[in-house]
C-alpha cells in the first residue's frame, strides 16, 4: 500500500467514525466519547498526512507516532462504545477491526523508518 492509498484510507476511517459518532446518543457520555471519538479518528488521518510531508526522517518518525497514538485511542473509544452497549456492536466492529489494522500498519511503517 502506497502513502496515498494509506492518506485515502485513513480519511475514509476519519469519515466512518465521524458518522458513527453522529448516531450516538445524545447524553453525556455519548457527548463526551462524540467528541473524543472525532478528535482522536480524524487526527489519524490529518497526522498522517503530516508525517507524508516531513522534513526529515526523525520529524516523519515523530509525527508517525502521534499517529499510531490516535489510532489506538480510536481503538479504546470504539472498544468503550461496545461495552457501555451505547451501539449495536455489529455496527462498532467493522470499525474496530480497521483502527486494529490501520495501528498495526503505522507501527509497521514507524518501524521499518526507524531501522532505515
Known amino acids: 500500500m502506497n502513502s496515498n492509498e494509506l492518506k485515502k ?3 475514509e476511517f476519519a469519515h466512518r467514525c465521524v458518522k458513527l459518532c453522529m448516531a ?4 453525556p457520555l455519548g457527548n463526551h466519547i ?8 480524524t487526527s489519524v ?9 516531513a522534513q526529515s526522517k ?3 518518525i515523530s509525527k508517525l507516532s502521534i499517529v499510531v497514538e490516535e489510532a489506538d485511542e480510536s481503538n479504546f473509544w470504539l472498544e468503550f462504545i461496545i461495552d457501555e452497549k ?3 456492536g455489529k455496527k462498532v466492529e467493522p ?6 489494522q490501520l495501528t498495526a500498519i ?3 511503517s514507524r518501524k521499518t523508518a526507524g531501522s532505515k
Open 34 to 41: 462524540r467528541g473524543q471519538l472525532i478528535r482522536c479518528s
Open 86 to 88: 451505547l451501539m449495536d
Open 24 to 27: 450516538l446518543p445524545k447524553n
Open 45 to 53: 488521518a490529518a497526522n498522517y498526512r503530516a508525517a507524508c510531508l
Open 58 to 60: 526523525a520529524s516523519f
Open 95 to 100: 470499525l474496530l477491526n480497521e483502527a486494529d
Open 106 to 108: 503505522f507501527i509497521a
Open 9 to 11: 484510507r485513513a480519511k
